[in-house]
């Protein structure tokens, strides 16, 4: 009696020592220095939107977004309050809030 062919399900593996088809690639730690720079800086006027107007320490105002974990955990924010900001080193008009120091 000849074996039956597969109908549906899983495909086994295929490769040797299984796995994954080499598609998808572990991701190697980015050592780049041009990832993102973090600084700190005052908030200075509370915007629509989740959006603030944040003084850095030389003057310069930059527009920050709060981040997406700060979003989840409710933490408020309010003028005066100081914060440790992430910002990209192509634009730096803008930046996203990751943590509040006080």
Do not use: C, Q, W
């Amino acid at each position: 009696m000849a074996a039956k062919p597969r109908r549906g399900g899983r495909r086994p593996n295929r490769r040797p020592g299984g796995g994954a088809s080499g598609r998808f690639k572990k991701k190697e730690e980015d050592t780049r220095e041009d990832k993102s720079v973090e600084i700190e800086g005052t908030i200075k006027v509370v915007l629509a939107g989740t959006m603030f107007r944040v003084e850095l320490a030389g003057g310069h105002e930059v527009l920050a977004h709060i981040s997406g974990k700060m979003r989840k955990r409710f933490i408020r924010l309010v003028v005066g309050d100081r914060v440790r900001m992430e910002m990209s080193p192509y634009d730096t008009t803008k930046a996203r809030i990751t943590f509040r120091i006080g």
